[in-house]
T-cell receptor, first 110, second 112 residues
Framework: QQPVQSPQAVILREGEDAVINCSSS?????VHWYRQKHGEAPVFLMI?????EQKGHEKISASFNEKKQQSSLYLTASQLSYSGTYFC???????????FGTGTSLTVIP | KAGVTQTPRYLIKTRGQQVTLSCSPI?????VSWYQQTPGQGLQFLFE???????NKGNFPGRFSGRQFSNSRSEMNVSTLELGDSALYLC???????????FGQGTRLTVV
């Protein structure tokens, strides 16, 4: 039920790009992305709906492949403030039971 | 507008006791979801309430229960606490569970 994210952890230098993948074994209605900094609550980044509608956030974008039941989060020109744990979350076609992914720890160093 | 407020922020309880956590959502939001976060299990869905009705429940034992009031405020109750219940409990508020959610700072529960 829980989406699987890859990689589990990544370290970047400032200015580098990163891709975080989220894969689900269940059909997806929508995919949500959140970032959680250490000791803080998760913060909403992005929602991707079935049919391609997307809401974005600054230099972060995402894709949603409904057939493959996968989503990818793209972080370009990473900044120190991008550090944190990224979670994808899925909503099924029916029902409202929300499942967060396994998480990806991202660290940006100077 | 005011964010999601969870109280208390920290709690220490003894095994066997019960605990009640509170969540006040953003004004106008009718959906409140609860999550348990632990280092080993990540973010686990507990349940979701919408307009005072529980719409969904995760895979947690019956010791975990909740309710939502007419003003959308929600409470979560855990009875007969076990050591494994030690976790950060997060509440999320949204207009509907299919839209973006806003999280509170969480309640850190420690069971000793």
């Amino acid at each position: 039920q829980q989406p699987v994210q890859s990689p589990q952890a990544v370290i970047l230098r400032e200015g580098e790009d990163a891709v975080i993948n989220c894969s689900s074994s269940k059909a997806l209605y929508s995919v949500h992305w959140y970032r959680q900094k250490h000791g803080e609550a998760p913060v909403f980044l992005m929602i991707l709906l079935k049919g391609g509608e997307q809401k974005g956030h600054e230099k972060i974008s995402a894709s949603f492949n409904e057939k493959k039941q996968q989503s990818s989060l793209y972080l370009t020109a990473s900044q120190l403030s991008y550090s944190g744990t990224y979670f994808c979350g899925r909503l099924p076609n029916t029902g409202n039971q929300f499942y967060f992914g396994t998480g990806t720890s991202l660290t940006v160093i100077p | 507008k005011a964010g999601v407020t969870q109280t208390p922020r920290y709690l220490i309880k003894t095994r066997g006791q019960q605990v009640t956590l509170s969540c006040s959502p953003i004004s106008g939001h009718r959906s409140v979801s609860w999550y348990q976060q632990t280092p080993g299990q990540g973010l686990q869905f507990l349940f979701e309430y919408f307009s005072e009705t529980q719409r969904n429940k995760g895979n947690f034992p019956g010791r975990f229960s909740g309710r939502q009031f007419s003003n959308s405020r929600s409470e979560m109750n855990v009875s007969t606490l076990e050591l494994g219940d030690s976790a950060l409990y997060l509440c999320a508020s949204s207009a509907d569970s299919r839209t973006e959610a806003f999280f509170g700072q969480g309640t850190r529960l420690t069971v000793v």
